[in-house]
């Protein structure tokens, strides 16, 4: 069926370095996404949203790219902080409600 | 910003007891409120939607007897586990919005765990 998924589970990256979070999607009329943070023991924060019509948005540290082509979006996160350290989403609008997929946990080390 | 408040954050109970987790909108009105479960290491599940003055909808399995919801008025919703068994024990979260799902904000979670 039509889902929002990821392709990494973990992922573990040194304080500084830039992090990289994948996520594909199978609807290709979907035209809205968002990318959320959940930090452990807490509900999801809003990070970024992009809409289809652009291919890249920018925010504070954080960059989202869509490629309509290959069905996929990515967030990235620049000079990673141990504060960075949390579960990322990705999600779409379907139907009535918000459609998550699995997550990535990103994981600085100093 | 819109604040989303959950409460209690966290709730031990018996086995074969009910428990109320309340979500409120403090700063805005909220057409329609979510309930999602989270087990560990897993993605949010749409339990239930939920609008003001209407009965919920449940999504597919969510058996609606057992998770009773009630969306009283646009700032209050609240979600109750009837005869509660350990495998309800899971992550619960609420979000609320204002109108388009888009614009929806996420309560803080209620840790249940089921003994």
């Known amino acids: 069926g039509e889902s929002v998924g990821l392709h990494l589970p973990t992922l573990s990256v040194q304080e500084g370095d830039n992090s990289i979070i994948n996520c594909a999607y199978s609807?290709?009329?979907?035209?809205?996404f968002i990318w959320y943070k959940q930090e452990s023991g807490k509900g999801p924060q809003f990070i970024i949203d992009i809409r289809s019509n652009m291919d890249k948005r920018q925010g504070q540290r954080v960059t989202v790219l869509l490629n309509k082509t290959v069905k996929h979006l990515s967030l990235q996160i620049a000079a990673t902080q141990p504060g960075d350290s949390a579960v990322y989403f990705c999600?779409?609008?379907?139907?009535?409600?918000?459609?998550f997929g699995k997550g990535t946990s990103l994981l600085v080390t100093p | 910003g819109a604040v989303v408040s959950q409460h209690p954050s966290w709730v031990i109970c018996k086995s074969g007891t009910s428990v109320k987790i309340e979500c409120r909108s403090l700063?805005?009105?909220?057409?329609?409120m979510f309930w999602y479960r989270q087990f560990p290491k897993q993605s949010l599940m749409l339990m239930a939607t939920s609008n003001e003055g209407s009965k919920a909808t449940y999504e597919q399995g969510v058996e609606k007897d057992k998770f009773l919801i009630n969306h009283a008025s646009l700032t209050l919703s609240t979600l109750t586990v009837t005869s509660a068994h350990p495998e309800d024990s899971s992550f619960y979260i609420c979000s609320a919005s204002r109108g388009r799902v888009t614009e929806a904000f996420f309560g803080q979670g209620t840790r249940l765990t089921v003994v």
């Open positions: 609807n290709s009329a979907s035209d809205y």
């Open positions: 999600a779409e609008p379907q139907k009535y409600a918000l459609n």
């Open positions: 700063d805005f009105q909220a057409t329609t």
